[in-house]
């Protein structure tokens, strides 16, 4: 089971508001839960349990085989609080025994932007259907090419389906030009197809049916608000364009240059010596993005046991505000969560305008993450757009061969 722990708040403790109040209990175990929307019901599991000091508890939202750790837990006034705060989304709720009820809320800056009614049982271990009483009359495993729909604005997307269906049981995701759903599981029950996925940031929500012709027919509800229609074809050579052709240096350029400050207000230059000499790689992100979060928690533990080899990386975090003291205490958390060892640069605003004044050698910053690749003379060799993360199974494993492929070569130079 690959264990994901980004959203990990060091110790997670319960704290009572309110002198001569008794300990709140929480019960321990599996609780399922919903967030609706639209009256429709996106179901999520939680898992907590109670801490090795008989008193304070640890929060985890699963999918599948990835266990997110949630932030610190605590109690305010009679509400329970679970929140997430690198994604600026926390859960308020009321625990009644086996029940809870309350709302999820994003709260980007501090200020509540929405939310939608969240309600848990304890004690249920299933998404959409108890074990055994879905009954599948079609399989979706297997390639998918699919085109995904903004019935607003009439954009559309280009993705990859890859999903693996054990019985009724589906595993898998979807990926875009710009980065995959994460992980999602759910269930085909007759001919229809059900997924969801919850990390704090991302909520979504896939309700489909398999057609008489084979496609697969349905809709994805995301967030507060967001809704596409999407049509997927079975195709096994179905795949993404080349990830390292969409990101690329403007005419006259052959490498990037910056200096930002890090969290503490330190300078950091591309030019500055422990840099010079080394493959270096810049890690274009943002601390609110879960498959930012994704590529970290690959590329932390990748630097602390290849750094001896002569390599560096900085990671530069475009945020949704360019005020330190607003987006640093986040590049901090986020550094602590992952361990990371390598600079975290406060480069701008995750817009347009800040991308192409931080990195005017680039076309365009299409996605977060976005990885550049610069050998021993300070050229760049390589553009990655987006990251297939690890709920993408086969092409993650992919990723990772040719980012090791790449980065022994790289090294290997005079």
């Not at 919903?34 to 090795?52: A, H, S, V």
């Not at 950091?268 to 493959?279: A, E, Q």
């Not at 990748?302 to 640093?328: C, H, M, Q, T």
């Amino acid at each position: 089971m690959r264990l994901l722990h980004f959203l990990a708040g060091g110790l997670i403790s319960l704290a009572v508001w309110g002198c001569g109040s008794s300990q709140p209990e929480v019960k321990e175990g599996t609780w399922r839960a919903t967030l609706t929307r639209e009256g429709n019901k996106l179901p999520l599991l939680l898992e907590i349990n109670k801490n090795t000091d008989g008193k304070s508890y640890s929060a985890f939202a699963i999918n599948g085989e990835e266990k997110l750790q949630m932030d610190s837990l605590y109690f305010q006034n009679d509400s329970l609080v679970i929140p997430m705060q690198l994604f600026d989304a926390k859960i308020v709720a009321k625990v009644d025994k086996d029940r809870m009820t309350g709302l999820y809320y994003r709260v980007p800056n501090g200020i509540i932007a929405g939310s939608l009614p969240f309600e848990a049982t304890h004690g249920e271990n299933y998404k959409f259907y108890p074990k055994g009483t879905a009954k599948a009359s079609r399989n979706v495993t297997g390639n998918w090419a699919t085109t995904f729909k903004n019935e607003v604005t009439g954009d559309t997307t280009l993705a990859v389906g890859s999903f693996r269906q054990d019985g009724s049981d589906v595993t898998g995701s979807f990926l875009t030009p710009t980065g995959d759903y994460r992980f999602l599981t759910g269930s085909v029950n007759g001919d229809s197809l059900y997924l969801s996925t919850f990390d704090g940031s991302n909520a979504m929500l896939f309700k489909a049916a398999v057609q008489s012709d084979g496609s697969i027919k349905g809709a994805m509800w995301s967030g507060l608000k967001g809704y596409k229609t999407f049509v997927a074809k079975a195709d096994s050579a179905a795949r993404l364009p080349d990830a390292t052709k969409l990101t690329f240096l403007k005419p006259g350029f052959d490498t990037v240059d910056f200096t930002f400050s890090d969290a503490d207000g330190k300078q950091v230059s591309l030019k500055d010596p422990r840099f010079k000499g080394k493959p270096v790689i810049i890690q274009i992100m943002g601390s609110w993005c879960p498959n930012c979060m994704d590529e970290t928690n690959f590329l932390a533990p990748w630097y602390s046991k290849n750094k001896d080899r002569g390599v560096e990386i900085v990671g530069l975090a475009f945020e949704r505000s360019d005020k330190p003291e607003v987006s640093n205490p986040k590049i901090k958390r986020m550094v602590s969560r992952f361990n990371i060892e390598y600079p975290v640069l406060l480069a701008g605003t995750n817009t347009d305008e800040a991308t192409s004044k931080a990195l005017p050698a680039l076309n365009k910053v299409m996605s977060y993450p976005t990885t550049i690749f610069i050998d021993k003379k300070g050229k760049v060799r390589e553009i990655h757009t987006g990251f297939s993360g690890p709920g993408t199974g086969k092409y993650y494993d992919e990723f990772v061969a040719d980012f090791n492929g790449l980065m022994d070569k790289l090294i290997a130079e005079k």
